[in-house]
């Protein structure tokens, strides 16, 4: 037998992909020569190739036996134990090779690969220091140094050698790759990110992970129709690609697609029946759409094959709450409850929102512990990007006072609705006033007014939070003000860079921050009485009646609604509540119940947004012996036709923990009565706030038993009831609560106080603002 010729023709195979082909070759050689090097060798990549390792590393053994200085050997054998995941044994091999080669750069290359895979990034940034030092124009190696500094942190290194990978070699598309990862975790999302993915794909059109990574950066960017156009060109990739599969769900989850968003979310389970995240994202789905026991459902599976999953553990919280499903909600707390306890314990961020923690726990201290976690976890992420901004001494450019504003929430919403006249009646010839707007423009009348009325409105939904602090930075705003705290969709991740001097939470979330990074904290003396400081990161700045601005110009609909149509009695007391459903706890439920098992013919009408709540709320009513029909449910509707609406009801009933903020005002705007309770938080004391500043304290409650008796009582005191009304009507547009003007001057004085607290550089200190 020729064996060289038979090599050629083996080797001809093997080139040309027809493994089978060669193996028979190899085999045939062998069969004649058992201990032949090449033979053992060639059909050892064969093995290899076909997913049989160990026969690999048998073969390629025994070919080193024969040759045991034949460096392709070794180096193989030193690849492919790397690539079974035999480690050690790999280094082993490449160590002792590069002691009888120690120019190769290959062997090098590889030994610091093994390092990374074991953690030892510094050691395998040696090995390619080194092999740099040989062959300095290759760019593999400086790709690979560039990763090893990333995973050390050392992210401004690592972005020298990717750029210097690509420089190199242009077509190297892990390089741009990488890049546009460390640029994401040194700067956050923006412009050149997105290049750096798209450069990668440019030049490697089937890069899975480039094509998810630039779906995933389009979709942080609020860029959501180029995500979801990414995320199908991954799944055309990798059509298994779980993570592609599961993010399309979410970003149709944005668009309200939930059928959709659902058949991908089915999708990713299909190809994984254990991932948690799947089951999670249909529970929200379920949610959003009012499905609540499915969504209970598909949150439980989650925790059952995640059970430290702690977002799973919020998400069964808030479905409760909003089903008002208590006995469920019960068990649920007492179960996020531990896990928030022990991810504190362990330094971990906690799942539980602050948001959501205050809704239920009316516990100032707890509230304060959680938020600090979140301002931490978020401070830390955004001091890691190392950017920094300095505000040294300045003059107010004009003479005039910058303040800018920071909501999502410059549209239909609660928040819009209190504050629409605010940035008209700014004292022009002293303020300028900006508003940066991160949610959508849903061409309502509310964000067309703010848009005319501020001095500027600026559109940051598409900036990272960096790119949008260098925004505000760069736009000399003086006294930076946000309007979301913890709420969803918030971005206190861009207060985090500190781009003005001066930054204040107001209006939109009623607590602490937790925040090193906020200044200031606009409260009042009612939802923040003396002594409560200790509980708020923020110095207090006590406005010197209510806290809350509003709207004293609201239309309300001349829209002829009456009882009868609403679905009301029309001689029957009725009574209202239209805070939204989360609000509503069991202990004030019954006391509802009590109240109208006291008042013969009297409704409870509520509005609720999803028919098993209704059910829900129907069924506890029946079981404390109220019949289905004393309950009245609304439908949605306009604000100002809401408002004529509400004029219906004779008395409106607050709810505990989390008072009505919004609602309160739109009832006592009406003249519409409400009794409220003053709880234990800012949350729990806003309508006590509310009646005070409107000339109404004798409907604040200090109890549960209080409050049921005085809504008993009016119920049967007409005299009095209408008393309160014409009270009510009356003093409305002189008391400080509708004197939107005062207020707007009020907040002017504030931020003057603060400003010269920051020139004379005495840092934040708290204060009231005096009584005009």
Same mark, same amino acid.
Request: contains cysteine.
């Given at each position: 037998m020729d064996v060289n010729a038979k090599l050629k023709i083996g080797t001809r195979h093997h080139q040309a992909g027809r493994l089978k082909d060669a193996m028979a070759v190899y085999e045939q050689i062998l069969h004649h020569f058992p201990d032949h090097p090449d033979a053992l060798h060639l059909s050892g990549l064969i093995t290899h190739q076909q997913g049989n390792s160990d026969d690999a590393i048998r073969r390629i053994r025994r070919a080193i036996e024969r040759h045991p200085q034949n460096f392709v050997f070794r180096k193989n054998l030193c690849m492919i134990l790397f690539a079974a995941g035999k480690v050690h044994d790999s280094m082993r091999c490449c160590q002792k090779l590069i002691g009888d !080669? %120690?120019? &190769?750069?290959d062997m090098l290359l590889l030994l610091g690969n093994v390092h990374m895979r074991q953690g030892g990034y510094q050691e395998a940034a040696d090995c390619f220091h080194k092999a740099i030092g040989i062959e300095s124009t290759n760019a593999d190696l400086y790709h690979n140094l560039g990763v090893a500094y990333q995973e050390m942190g050392r992210l401004e290194k690592a972005l020298s050698q /990717? $750029?210097?990978?690509? =420089?190199? #070699? %242009?077509?190297?598309a892990e390089a741009y790759y990488n890049l546009g990862n460390a640029l994401r975790i040194h700067s956050g999302i923006n412009e050149v990110v997105v290049a750096a993915y798209q450069s990668a794909l440019a030049v490697r059109p089937d890069y899975a992970d480039a094509s998810f990574n630039l779906s995933k950066a389009f979709d942080e960017l609020e860029r959501i129709e180029e995500a979801i156009t990414g995320y199908a060109r991954t799944l055309r990739i990798k059509p298994d690609h779980i993570d592609a599969h599961n993010s399309l769900g979410n970003a149709y989850l944005k668009q309200g697609r939930y059928p959709s968003a659902i058949t991908c979310y089915e999708q990713a389970i299909r190809i994984n029946p254990h991932f948690h995240m799947g089951y999670y994202n249909m529970a929200l789905a379920c949610k959003l759409q009012g499905r609540m026991r499915q969504a209970a459902a598909f949150a439980k599976q989650s925790l059952a094959l995640n059970p430290e999953f702690g977002d799973a553990s919020s998400l069964r919280v808030q479905i409760f709450q909003q089903a008002c499903a208590w006995s469920d909600l019960e068990r649920a707390c007492t179960r996020l409850d531990a896990t928030t306890k022990k991810e504190i314990a362990v330094g971990r961020c906690p799942s539980e929102q602050p948001f959501l923690n205050f809704t239920r726990h009316a516990d100032p201290a707890l509230n304060l512990r959680i938020a600090r976690a979140w301002s931490d976890f978020t401070a830390a992420r955004i001091s890691r990007m190392g950017e920094e901004f300095v505000h040294g001494h300045r003059n107010l450019k004009d003479g005039k006072m910058v303040i800018g504003y920071v909501s999502e929430r410059f549209r239909n919403a609660a928040t819009a609705h209190l504050m629409l006249q605010l940035f008209g009646l700014h004292d022009r010839s002293r303020f300028a006033v900006y508003a940066y707007s991160y949610g959508k423009d849903d061409g309502s009348s509310y964000r067309e007014r703010i848009v005319r009325d501020a001095d500027r409105f600026i559109d940051i939904r598409h900036l990272s939070d960096l790119d949008a602090a260098r925004r505000i930075y760069d736009d000399g705003v003086d006294v930076l003000v946000d309007l979301m705290g913890y709420m969803k969709h918030n971005r206190l991740g861009i207060f985090a860079f500190r781009p003005a001097p001066v930054q204040v939470e107001y209006l939109g979330y009623p607590g602490t921050t937790g925040a090193d990074f906020m200044d200031y904290l606009i409260?009042?003396?009612?939802? +923040? %009485?003396?002594?409560?400081?200790?509980? !708020?990161? *923020? $110095?207090? +700045? @006590?406005?010197?009646?209510? /806290? =809350?601005?509003?709207? #004293?110009?609201q239309q309300v609909s001349d829209k002829g609604f009456s009882r009868k149509k609403c679905g009301l009695p029309e001689n029957g007391f009725v009574y209202c509540s239209f805070n939204t459903d989360y609000k509503i706890d069991r202990s004030t439920y019954r006391t509802w119940m009590n109240i109208l098992k006291q008042v013969p013919g &009297?409704?409870?009408?509520?509005?609720? $947004? &999803? @028919? *098993?709540? @209704?059910?829900?709320?129907?069924?506890?009513?029946?079981?404390?012996?109220?019949? *289905?029909? @004393?309950?009245?449910?609304a439908k949605s509707l306009p604000k100002h036709e809401h408002l004529a609406r509400i004029k219906l009801a004779d008395l409106a009933l607050d709810t505990r923990i989390v008072n009505g903020h919004t609602t309160t005002s739109d009832c006592l705007w009406v003249d519409l009565p409400v009794i409220a309770l003053k709880g234990n938080h800012f949350a729990s004391r806003v309508s006590a706030s509310l009646l005070k500043a409107v000339g109404l304290p004798e409907l604040i409650c200090d109890s549960l038993k209080a409050y049921e008796s005085l809504a008993v009582s009016l119920a049967g005191d007409g005299r009095r009831l209408s008393g309160i009304r014409s009270k009510l009507s009356g003093k409305k547009m002189t008391a400080p609560l509708f004197d939107s003007a005062r207020t707007v001057r009020s907040l002017e004085t504030a931020y003057t106080r603060m400003w010269e607290n920051h020139t004379k550089g005495r840092g934040p200190e708290p204060f009231t603002v005096k009584t005009d």
């Open positions: !080669f %120690p120019g &190769s750069v /990717y $750029r210097r990978a690509i =420089q190199l #070699n %242009p077509d190297l409260a009042d003396h009612v939802v +923040v %009485p003396v002594g409560e400081e200790a509980f !708020f990161t *923020e $110095r207090l +700045v @006590r406005m010197p009646h209510c /806290y =809350q601005v509003n709207d #004293n110009t &009297s409704v409870l009408w509520l509005i609720v $947004r &999803s @028919r *098993e709540t @209704r059910q829900n709320l129907i069924n506890t009513a029946g079981a404390a012996g109220v019949r *289905e029909d @004393r309950l009245v449910f």
